[in-house]
Structure formats: structure tokens, C-alpha cells
């Protein structure tokens, strides 16, 4: 019954994930973004100063692919060869490792180029869906997952989402704070690897009840 209710959560977190990326899509595409995200964009940067900044640049940094992948690394090692769990090994690098090629595959189909504001720090590529956010969503949603299934304690499931959601929420404000994303390239990063999380584990509920 317990996988069952998860994979019940997790197809319909997919589903509305997925259709909240096709809206905000047609609103990006339909130039309709601009304003809202130009005065978010203005709203975070007037917070601006040089320990926020240093601040934002490391959440910024626990969203990279340097960090993301060490993360990773750790947690396939844990998972593989301490605890043994192939199939939660599976689903883990399926999750993280599908993150980034589905975000090279849409920002190549959209082509959005970053804002122009203010930027505070550089960076190359297009904007539409962040990376981070995708990549961090995977990963600390992923992770939080598979945490949960094995921790009863109720506070000790509380405070894996908290943490889970608080560095996946600064990581995404600190891309918009540093000028190189827009925050419907944060949202829409969001969304997508909440599909696609979602997506996951609904495969993966369906086939361990099965089994």
C-alpha cells in the first residue's frame, strides 16, 4: 500500500509538473514573461552586496557540475556498494544523469539568451530551462526520495525536505540574483525535473510492487 500511494504522488506530480512547463512555455514563447521576470529579476538584484553575493555564489556552486556530480558519485558508491540497493542505484542515475542531457536537448530547441540586466557573474550557453535548477531538483529531489523509504522518523522526514527544498529554492533565486538566468528559466527548470522525477519513480514504484 506504501508504494502504491507513492507512486499515486509521484504520477501526479508528473503530470502537473509537465503541464505547468507547457504553460509556462507558450508564455516565454508568446514574449508575455518579460515584465514579470524583468521586475523579479530587479526585485532580487536591489538585495546586492558583496556578502550576498559571495553567499549566492556558493549556492551557485553546490549547483554545478563539479559538485553535482561528486554528490553523485558518493551516492552510487553508498547505494551500490555499502547498502546494496541496485534498484534504487538505477533509478538514482537515471534521474541525475537524464537531468542534464534533457536540459541540453530543450535549451537547444528553445535558444533563449540570457538577461542582460545586470550581470554580476558571466556565464556562456542559453538560459531556457536552467541547468541548475534542473540539476539540482534532480538531485536533492532524488535523494530525498530514497531517504524517505528508509527513515520512519517522522522529524527526520521533515527536516530531508526542508533541506532538500531549501538548497534547490536558493540555488535557483542565487542564478537569478547573479543576472544569468531569468526566473522563468528557474521555474521552468523546476517543473521539468519534476517530471521527469516524477516520471521516474512512477516506473519505479510500478515495477518494485510488481516484483
Known amino acids: 500500500m506504501v508504494n502504491r500511494s507513492h507512486w ?18 507558450v508564455i516565454m514563447l508568446a514574449d508575455k514573461a518579460g515584465f514579470i521576470d524583468d521586475t523579479i529579476i530587479r526585485r532580487v538584484q536591489s538585495w ?10 556558493t549556492f551557485t556552486w553546490l549547483g554545478s557540475t563539479l559538485v553535482v556530480t561528486v554528490i553523485a558519485l558518493v551516492a552510487i558508491v553508498l547505494l551500490a556498494v555499502f547498502l546494496g ?31 542582460s ?20 531538483f534532480a538531485l536533492y529531489g532524488v535523494l ?3 531517504l ?3 527513515v520512519t522518523n517522522a522529524w527526520g522526514r521533515v527536516l530531508m525536505i526542508v533541506l532538500g527544498l531549501g538548497l534547490t529554492l ?16 528557474v521555474i521552468a527548470g523546476y517543473l521539468v525535473s519534476g517530471a521527469w522525477l516524477g516520471a521516474a519513480i512512477e516506473v519505479f514504484e510500478r515495477t518494485t510492487r510488481r516484483r
Open 117 to 136: 540586466l545586470h550581470r554580476i557573474v558571466e556565464e556562456a550557453g542559453y538560459s531556457f530551462p536552467s541547468g541548475h535548477s534542473m540539476a539540482a
Open 170 to 185: 536558493c540555488i535557483g533565486v542565487s542564478r537569478v540574483y547573479l543576472g544569468v538566468h531569468y526566473p522563468s528559466d
Open 48 to 57: 546586492e552586496s558583496p556578502d550576498l553575493t559571495s553567499v549566492m555564489e
Open 8 to 25: 499515486r504522488r509521484a504520477s501526479t506530480w508528473a503530470v502537473i509538473s509537465a503541464a505547468l512547463f507547457i504553460y509556462v512555455c
Open 85 to 115: 540497493h541496485r534498484k534504487e542505484l538505477l533509478l538514482f542515475i537515471v534521474v541525475v544523469g537524464g537531468a542534464p542531457l534533457l536540459n541540453k536537448l530543450l535549451k537547444s530547441i528553445f535558444e533563449r539568451e540570457r538577461p
Open 148 to 150: 524517505w523509504r528508509h
Open 144 to 146: 530525498t526520495y530514497l
